[in-house]
C-alpha cells in the first residue's frame, strides 16, 4: 500500500522540529513570553534590503510571465553565471555558469549530489560528528551507507585518525559542514590542509578519486575577524553545496545551489549526473522569482553583527553561570555539555522551566545539547536567570 521506510519518516518528526512543535504548543499555554525556545534554526533577523528591494523592481518592471515562468531545468543561465562572477571575484574559483546548478537550498543541494554519486549499496558517506542528523536521511535515500566519526570534543575540529580510519575502498565522499551546526565551529586552514592531504593519499590508495562535499548554508555567518575559506583550494575533488537561506535570512524561500568545479575529476560527467538526480527527484527550476533576486544580493548579507552580539550574550551569560561551552567562531549555535552527561534529561529538566534546547545524541555527539541563539536578544537576557535555576539542580554534581 505504501513504502514503510518513507511512512517511518513521516511519522517521526526530528527532535528539532518535535521541540519547536512543542514550544508553539506551550506558548500557547504559558504564554510566549514564558517560554525560551532555542531549538530551531530559523534566523531571527531582516533580510537586507537589496532583497526586499529587488522584489518591488521584479514586480513593477518584469512581465508576470516571465518572473513567474519556469528557467531552464539547472536555472537562469544569467544568473547562474552572476553567481560565478561572483564566485571569481571573491574566490578566484575559476567558474563559470555551466558550473552551477540552481537548487530549493542547501537540502535539496545535499540530496541531489548523494543521488548523483552513490551509484553502488556499498557505497560510503563519511560524516563527522557533530553533524546536521538529516544526513542519515539524505545518504539513506540516495542507497548509500553512513559511516560516522565520532567528534573531537576537544578542539571540535576534524579528527583526522578517525577519518584515515573510516576511509575504506567503499568510501564514495566525505561531507563536512564550516562553520558547523550544531557546534559553531569553524574549520581553521591548517585542518583543511590535512584533510586535503589525507584524502589526497587515500584517493591514490584506492585507485579512486574521494569525494568532499562541502555543505556550506553558514559561509557567511562567522566572527572573530576569521576568513571565509574557498574549500575547492585545499582539495580539488570539492563539491559545494550552498543556501542563501541563513546569509540572506531567507529560509523559507528556499534558495542554493552546487557547484561542481572544473577541476573535479569528471566534472562534467558528474554535473550531468546532478542534472538527472535533480530530475529524478523533481528538484528542476529553482523558485525563479529568487533566483533573481539572490542575483541582485550577490556579496550581501542580514546584519550578522546581532548574531555576533548574541553569541557574546549567551556564551558568556552561560560560562559566568557555571556551564561548558564549545566556543562558536561562526553560525548561530551554543553547543552546551550536560552536567552529568545526559543531554537528554538534560532537556527534560530545561523542558520543565520552558528552556528547550536540543540534545546532542541526532548530531552524533551525546552529552551536549545545541542552543540556537538566532533569537531576540531579550529572549536570551531573560533566559538567564531560568538557565542558573537549572544549573542549580545539579549543584551536586
Known amino acids: 500500500m505504501y513504502d514503510t521506510t518513507m511512512y517511518a519518516l513521516g511519522a517521526k518528526r526530528s527532535a528539532i522540529r518535535a521541540l519547536f512543535d512543542y514550544g508553539q504548543e506551550?506558548?500557547?499555554?504559558?504564554?510566549?513570553?514564558?517560554?525560551?525556545?532555542?531549538?530551531?534554526?530559523?534566523?531571527?533577523?531582516?533580510?537586507?534590503?537589496?532583497?526586499?528591494?529587488e522584489i518591488v523592481r521584479l514586480a513593477r518592471e518584469e512581465a508576470p510571465a516571465a518572473i513567474h515562468g519556469y528557467t531552464p531545468a539547472p536555472g537562469d543561465p544569467v544568473v547562474r553565471q552572476g553567481v560565478a562572477d561572483y564566485m571569481n571575484q571573491t574566490f578566484q574559483a575559476n567558474v563559470t555558469g555551466n558550473n552551477f546548478y540552481m537548487t530549493c537550498g542547501a537540502s535539496a543541494s545535499l540530496a541531489i549530489i548523494l543521488r548523483a554519486l552513490i551509484a553502488e549499496n556499498e557505497d560510503e558517506i563519511i560524516?563527522?560528528?557533530?553533524?546536521?542528523?538529516?544526513?542519515?536521511?539524505?545518504?539513506?535515500?540516495?542507497?548509500?551507507?553512513?559511516?560516522?566519526?565520532?567528534?573531537?570534543?576537544?578542539?571540535?575540529?576534524?579528527?583526522?585518525?578517525?577519518l584515515a580510519e573510516a576511509i575504506t575502498s567503499h568510501t564514495k565522499a566525505v561531507i563536512i559542514n564550516t562553520p558547523n551546526n550544531p557546534s559553531g565551529s569553524v574549520y581553521s586552514a591548517d585542518t583543511l590542509m590535512k584533510l586535503g592531504e589525507l584524502l589526497r593519499c587515500k584517493s591514490a590508495e584506492f585507485g579512486h578519486p574521494i569525494f568532499l562535499i562541502s555543505d556550506e548554508p553558514y559561509r557567511e555567518v562567522i566572527y572573530d575577524g576569521l576568513p571565509v575559506l574557498y574549500v575547492p583550494e585545499f582539495y580539488k575533488n570539492t563539491v559545494i553545496c550552498y543556501s542563501y537561506s541563513k546569509s540572506l535570512s531567507l529560509p523559507g524561500e528556499r534558495v542554493g545551489y552546487i557547484l561542481v568545479p572544473n577541476e573535479v575529476d569528471?566534472?562534467?560527467?558528474?554535473?550531468?549526473?546532478?542534472?538527472?538526480?535533480?530530475?529524478?527527484?523533481?528538484?528542476?527550476?529553482?523558485?525563479?522569482?529568487?533566483?533573481?533576486?539572490?542575483?541582485?544580493?550577490?556579496?550581501?548579507?542580514?546584519?550578522?553583527?546581532?548574531?555576533?552580539?548574541?553569541?557574546?550574550?549567551?556564551?558568556?551569560?552561560?560560562?559566568?553561570?557555571?556551564?561548558?561551552?564549545?566556543?562558536?567562531?561562526?553560525?548561530?549555535?551554543?553547543?552546551?555539555?550536560?552536567?552529568?552527561?545526559?543531554?537528554n534529561q538534560f532537556m527534560e529538566n530545561a523542558k520543565k522551566l520552558n528552556i528547550l534546547i536540543v540534545p546532542g545524541d541526532e548530531f552524533g555527539c551525546p552529552g551536549y545539547c545545541r542552543i540556537s541563539y538566532c533569537v531576540d536578544p531579550d529572549m536570551i537576557r531573560r533566559s538567564l536567570p531560568v538557565f542558573k535555576q537549572l544549573y542549580e539542580l545539579y549543584s551536586h554534581v
Open 26 to 53: 506551550q506558548a500557547a499555554k504559558v504564554g510566549k513570553e514564558n517560554v525560551f525556545d532555542f531549538s530551531i534554526g530559523n534566523p531571527s533577523i531582516p533580510a537586507p534590503n537589496c532583497v526586499q528591494d
Open 127 to 162: 560524516v563527522n560528528a557533530p553533524f546536521f542528523p538529516e544526513y542519515r536521511v539524505f545518504i539513506q535515500n540516495a542507497g548509500g551507507r553512513l559511516v560516522m566519526v565520532p567528534p573531537d570534543t576537544e578542539q571540535f575540529q576534524l579528527s583526522m585518525t578517525g
Open 266 to 343: 569528471g566534472s562534467r560527467e558528474i554535473f550531468t549526473a546532478v542534472c538527472g538526480s535533480g530530475r529524478s527527484m523533481g528538484f528542476v527550476c529553482a523558485p525563479h522569482l529568487f533566483q533573481k533576486v539572490i542575483l541582485a544580493c550577490q556579496g550581501k548579507t542580514a546584519n550578522i553583527g546581532i548574531y555576533d552580539s548574541n553569541r557574546k550574550l549567551i556564551y558568556h551569560g552561560l560560562t559566568d553561570i557555571g556551564f561548558q561551552c564549545v566556543y562558536p567562531s561562526g553560525a548561530f549555535y551554543l553547543f552546551v555539555k550536560a552536567p552529568d552527561g545526559d543531554a
